[in-house]
């Protein structure tokens, strides 16, 4: 059975970070994607941020570039999301998943950050979300 468990989610003021944990149990690692997504109530699923997890290679979206880092430690089976500069917009549920399937990671990573575009279509493990509150 396929795992993915969120963690580090919780209250900062504008201007603060947070970083996002993200573990995987159930799949051989290194035959995948993970990628976290961001949603609030009334908006489509957001992709935020993708990372291959045989290579590292990572994708952003672009306007969450500067702000964001993915990175993994593939020993723990463990994905990591970093959050500078937090502002109110920011808050959101923020969801972590796997796709086994390299057409699915493709076209999530093509879409990251498309607004009123259901993002992680395909992905077939989710965590159950860990909320991030921005206070202004």
């Known amino acids: 059975q396929v795992q993915v468990t969120e963690s580090g989610g919780g209250s900062v003021q504008s201007g603060g970070s947070l970083r996002l944990s993200c573990v995987v149990s159930g799949l051989p690692y290194g035959s995948y994607c993970m990628a976290w997504f961001r949603q609030v109530p009334g908006k489509e699923r957001e992709g935020v941020a993708l990372i291959l997890t045989v290579g590292g290679v990572r994708y952003y979206a672009d306007y969450l570039r500067e702000r964001s880092t993915i990175s993994q430690a593939s020993a723990k089976k463990a994905v990591y999301r970093e959050m500078d500069s937090l502002k109110p917009d920011d808050s959101a549920t923020y969801y972590c998943?796997?796709?086994?399937?390299?057409?699915?990671?493709?076209?999530?990573?093509?879409?990251?950050?498309?607004?009123?575009?259901?993002?992680?279509?395909?992905?077939?493990?989710w965590g159950q979300g860990t909320q991030v509150t921005v206070a202004s």
């Open positions: 998943a796997a796709a086994t399937n390299g057409p699915d990671c493709q076209a999530t990573a093509k879409t990251l950050g498309v607004q009123d575009h259901k993002s992680g279509v395909g992905f077939r493990a």
